[in-house]
C-alpha cells in the first residue's frame, strides 16, 4: 500500500474513514489512480517530485468514495411514503478524475498523448 492512515490522519488531517476501512478504499483509490494515470503510478512512489500531490489525491479520492458508497447514490429517502431521489449529476469517475487532475494536473502524468521519441 502507497499510502498508510498515518498519511492519511497526519499529512493530510482526513478524520472521515476509519482504520479498518482505510485498506480496502485506499486501495481502490491507489487503483483509479494508476489507471486514471495510464500505468504511470504502479511502481513506487517515494522520491517522486509528486509523490505527495499522489498520495493526497488518494486520500481525497478515497474520502469521496466511501461517502459515495454509503449513500449509494441516493440523496434523500422518505421511508414513511417510500420515496427516493437519487444524484444524476456527475458520475463517480467523473470526481474522481477532477481530484487528480488537481492534484497532478500539471505533472505529466494526465498526459494522453504518444511520445515522439518511439
Not at 474513514?17 to 491507489?30: F, G, L, M, V
Not at 431521489?85 to 500539471?106: A, E, P, Q, W
Amino acid at each position: 500500500m502507497k499510502v498508510d492512515y498515518s498519511f492519511y490522519t497526519g499529512t493530510y488531517g482526513g478524520n472521515r474513514i476509519s482504520q479498518d476501512d482505510w485498506q480496502r478504499i485506499s486501495r481502490k483509490a491507489e487503483q483509479r489512480l494508476d489507471n486514471f494515470t495510464f500505468g504511470r503510478c504502479s511502481g513506487d512512489w517515494e522520491g517522486e517530485t509528486w509523490c505527495n500531490q499522489a498520495k493526497c489525491a488518494v486520500c481525497e479520492m478515497a474520502e469521496i468514495m466511501q461517502a459515495y458508497e454509503k449513500r449509494n447514490g441516493k440523496t434523500s429517502e422518505n421511508t414513511d411514503g417510500y420515496s427516493v431521489s437519487y444524484d444524476t449529476g456527475k458520475s463517480l469517475g467523473s470526481m474522481l478524475y477532477d481530484v487528480v487532475r488537481v492534484y497532478l494536473g500539471n505533472t505529466g502524468l494526465l498526459y494522453t498523448g504518444v511520445d515522439a521519441e518511439c
